[in-house]
Structure formats: structure tokens, C-alpha cells
């Protein structure tokens, strides 16, 4: 089982950037496909990206094509997610999930290990 820390979310006025970052202990990362997820309040969870267990494959929403980068680094055991020209839409609390599938999927019901979550807030 492995355990997901979610960290790096705060309130940055749109058009700026934030770097969230998601360390993984219990087990190693690299066994993963990673996946982040958003949910505002009242609407349900999202899909943001994901990435595959070597970092080669992405798949990213719509919503945040071009504007958010999801990366890796299993030395780290740490995946990231750089999101760039935000949005007051982007506002929502950020969950980092792990899938022990090998395949990349972006329906946060296919993965099995969860982190607390980060907000992050846009203002306009």
C-alpha cells in the first residue's frame, strides 16, 4: 500500500502558476500510473492528468491542455504538477492517486490509493 502527501497548493491571482507536488512513501512510486484529480465545491471530482509508470505516456483534460504539465521523478518518489496561466475555474482542492493498473485512465474511480488533497485558489 502506499501513502500519497499532497503539498505546494496556495492563492496566486489567475494568469500566475503553482507547482504542486506529490510524495509517495509506503511503497515505490515507480510501481504506479499517478494520477490529479480536482473537485470544487459542489461539482464532483475532475479529472486533471495522469501519467504513465516510466513518465513517458500523459493524458491531460481538456479543461487544462497547454496550461498544466504533469511530471514525475520515482528516484523522488514524487510526482508534480505544474499549472501555469491559472484560471479562478481552476479553483479547487487537488488530489494526487495512485492506480496499480498499468494502463492510463483519467476516471478517478480507477484508482486506489488517495492523498488528503491541497487547495489551490485562484483569484481574479
Known sequence: QV????????????GGSLRLSCAA????LSTYVMGWFRQAPGKERESVATISRLGGTTYYADSV??????SRDN???????????????DTAVYYCAARRDTTLTLIPGSY?????????TVSS
Open 75 to 89: 528516484a523522488k518518489n514524487t510526482v508534480y504538477l505544474q499549472m501555469n496561466s491559472l484560471k479562478p475555474e
Open 65 to 70: 491542455k497547454g496550461r498544466f504539465t504533469i
Open 3 to 14: 501513502q500519497l502527501v499532497e503539498s505546494g497548493g496556495g492563492l496566486v491571482q489567475a
Open 112 to 120: 486506489d490509493y488517495w492523498g488528503q488533497g491541497t487547495q489551490v
Open 25 to 28: 512513501s509506503g511503497r515505490t
